[in-house]
């Protein structure tokens, strides 16, 4: 049964183990912070598109997805406070009275050691640790190969292509979720059929390249993200899927696309036959590449 995320509005009152954060991605850090935790607690949209809009982040993940990956981390209750301007304006001291105390009667607040909130971000830690009305827990900042986890860090990751290195901060493969369209149909006229979907563009997606992937949790699948340079479509960037060894009709279907590894570096060839070639190759690649990571 899938975890559905509940405004703050919403939730009943009951005593809670409340992990308090963003946890855009859920990654290695934010799944410290939520160790333990029975209930988390974000906001909608990402703190930063109202607070300063021109340096909001692109999303790794929905909030659906979120709420998917801490179920997994067996909490039971994602709940969502709409962030707006009056919730930006609102001192630290009211929010842990009115929100953590009075809206939730959580018994333990787990925060990472950075966290800020609260007008001006006033509130922090150290604030959270001198209530008496629920037990504090600070999870440290996690290091993996010698760099800090952050939701910022993998972004970059992202974009530049790296999706493996991305994937071991994660703590499992970046993954894509969108509605599969229409598109040139010329996949399939080259004889191999894609199902296309469109970039939502407050979301963070690879760079452009060729990608071996997992198509629904279990279809290897060999994924151009990219504006096709080989024709001139006039489209912008798409992302074509190719499930491998596969039939069947995905149009208007919900399509998940989990990111393996990055095979190559988009590019035009000197002809459709030599791209044709390619596309082959990487396909094998791409089936090899998921056989030996199940």
């Not at 703590?171 to 080259?190: E, H, I, K, M, S």
């Not at 396909?283 to 199940?294: E, F, H, K, N």
Request: net charge negative; aromatic share 6%.
């Amino acid at each position: 049964m899938s975890l559905r995320p509940t405004l703050l509005a919403h939730a009943q009152r009951r005593p809670r183990r409340v992990a308090v954060g963003e946890f855009d991605g859920v990654h290695l850090g934010h799944r410290e912070v939520i160790r333990g935790s029975d209930t988390v607690l974000t906001f909608d949209p990402h703190p930063r598109a109202v607070v300063a809009p021109g340096a909001a982040p692109k999303l790794l993940t929905t909030t659906e997805a979120k709420a998917e990956l801490v179920k997994d981390l067996g909490v039971v209750e994602l709940v969502v406070i709409p962030f707006d301007a009056k919730l930006a304006a609102r001192g630290a001291e009211d929010f842990i009275e009115d929100v953590l105390i009075g809206r939730l009667a959580a018994t333990q607040v787990s925060v990472g050691e950075n966290f800020r909130f609260g007008h001006r971000a006033q509130g922090d830690a150290a604030l959270l640790a001198e209530q008496t009305a629920f037990r504090t827990r600070v999870a440290p900042l996690v290091e993996l190969e010698g760099e800090i986890v952050s939701s910022s860090h993998i972004r970059g990751l992202i974009a530049a292509g790296d999706v493996e290195t991305a994937g071991r901060l994660l703590g499992a493969p970046f993954a894509l979720r969108g509605t599969v369209v229409g598109g040139d149909r010329r996949g399939r006229t080259l004889g191999v059929p894609t199902a296309n979907l469109v970039p939502d563009e407050r979301l963070a997606y690879p760079g452009h390249g060729v990608y071996a992937c997992v198509a629904d949790g279990a279809v290897p699948a060999a994924v151009n993200v990219g504006v096709r340079p080989q024709f001139q479509t006039g489209r912008g960037t798409l992302i074509e899927a190719h499930l491998i060894d596969w039939h069947g009709d995905l149009y208007g279907q919900d399509l998940k696309l989990e990111f393996i590894a990055r095979l190559r570096g988009e590019r035009r060839f000197d002809t459709v036959e030599a791209l044709v070639e390619q596309m082959h190759l990487d396909i094998d690649t791409a089936r090899d590449l998921v056989s030996v990571r199940r």
